[in-house]
């Protein structure tokens, strides 16, 4: 309330946040084997990788918690980037296996409703996918983004074609990924073995995952092609907002 007469009610309230409590995760726990050096740190546009889904989660309204999980050793370079940035954050510390990073991430935001998982490995990711993941995730309390293939995929045993798959059935699936918190923990404590993404282990439950369109802009950096392709999308996507 505005400083004045107690008695008078403020004319403009502020507007209450109705947005039941929402952690974000970045991962960037990574062991960027395929790059030949951390690709978390790699400067990308003028800033570290990392520092763009960093920054997009801090800007975004629904989310109201920001965890990061980072290589084991990177703890202190990271709050000294979170410090630069002027962004508050809890730093975790990853594991081997990706589940083992959003675990750790997921321990310390026991007290939200939602949690969107995203990969630092993917930068050029938007508000908007985080806004339009966490609504289509209501449905059924998981949500991935997705981008339907363009390709032909072909499964190969022994350098040889052992099956060609129809691609109309066929999607790429991309983070952010949305999940009720404790859908998400429940998902983990009856995980077995190693999964690439969050959808598997809710998946392995019999509970259904949401796919909303992702963006084809919204790469996963991998390899040094990718890191010169992502810092082009950019260059485009600067050019088209000024």
Known sequence: ????????????????NLSPPTAGIILAAGSSSRMGFDKMWATLAGQPVVAWSIRVFAASPVVSQL??????????RMRRLLDTLRIEAQVVTGGERRQDSVRAALDVCADVTWVLVHDAARPLLTPDLLERGLAEAHETGAAIAAVPMTDTIKVVQDHRITDTPLRDALWAAQTPQVFRRAL?????????????????????????????PGAYGNIKIT??????VAATLLEARTKLSS
């Open 67 to 76: 965890v990061v999980a980072t290589a084991p050793g990177a703890e202190d």
């Open 184 to 212: 998400l923990h429940e998902a983990h404590q009856y995980a077995s073995g190693a999964v690439s993404d969050d959808a598997a282990l809710v998946e392995a439950l019999g509970v259904a995952v949401k796919v909303y």
């Open 223 to 228: 390899t040094p092609v990718d890191l010169q």
């Open 1 to 16: 309330m505005r400083a004045g007469n107690p008695q008078t009610p403020d004319p403009h309230p502020p507007t209450p």
